[in-house]
């Protein structure tokens, strides 16, 4: 069975100080990887995928995701917050089947 | 392109009674999926529709879940009768392929959601 390990569930950050927010998956067969962002009252967002290919995976409003096979991870990261950064961020593994199994999120602050 | 459309937004409803969520997913989606989302949770499926035909609703409390997707368009939800438990934002989604094959791109497009009280 897959899970999704979100390894932090608030990150505070200064606006335009980086960020990195973790997550790990534990899966025996070759999965795809997601982020989402969840921004008050809305449904989730698509942030930037892994399929296959080069494992630094660049996505919508400046963020990236590096994926490491050796340590089942796929860290988001972004070199500069904003704050309307701020919302609530979901790492999600498929193994292709469409079903999504998500972390259990990580609240991002950005403050002034 | 007009995204997933949900309805109602916001319900309130006493425990043991029934309630129902409506989707409209984007037009031409093959796939549609019905999430619960637990505040301070990551959603769940609860059940995946290709078309009109179920793909997965092992996470499906039957007992008092059913879900529909006439015409392989629209779907509705249904919980009868409700249990406190049940409290969360109800998320449907829709994808345009079926199953993904190994190199073939896919996404979910999510909906806002149905906020979902049970005093």
């Known amino acids: 069975a897959q899970s999704v390990t979100q390894l932090d569930s608030q990150v505070p950050v200064f606006e335009e100080a980086p960020v990195e927010l973790r997550c790990n998956y534990s899966s025996s067969v070759s999965v795809y990887l997601f982020w989402y962002v969840q921004y008050p009252n809305q449904g989730l967002q698509l942030l930037l995928k892994?399929?296959?290919?080069?494992?630094l995976v660049k996505g919508i409003n400046g963020f990236e995701a590096e994926f490491n096979k050796s340590q089942t991870s796929f860290h988001l990261r972004k070199p500069s917050v904003h704050i309307s950064d701020t919302a609530e961020y979901f790492c999600a593994v498929s193994r292709g089947y469409n079903k999504l199994i998500f972390g259990a999120g990580t609240r991002l602050a950005v403050h002034p | 392109e007009a995204g997933v459309a949900q309805s109602p937004r916001y319900k309130i409803i006493e425990k043991r009674q029934s309630v129902a969520f409506w989707c409209n997913p984007i037009?031409?989606?093959?796939?549609l999926y019905w999430y619960q989302q637990i505040l301070g949770q990551g959603p769940k499926l609860l059940i995946q529709f290709q078309n009109n035909g179920v793909v997965d609703d092992s996470q499906l409390p039957k007992d008092r879940f059913s879900a529909e997707r006439l015409k392989g368009v629209d779907s509705t939800l249904k919980i009868q009768p409700a249990k406190l438990e049940d409290s969360a934002v109800y998320l449907c989604a829709s994808s345009l392929v079926g199953q993904a094959r190994a190199g073939s791109p896919y996404e979910q497009y999510f909906g806002p959601g149905t906020r979902l009280t049970v005093t």
């Open positions: 892994y399929l296959s290919g080069s494992t």
């Open positions: 037009s031409g989606h093959a796939t």
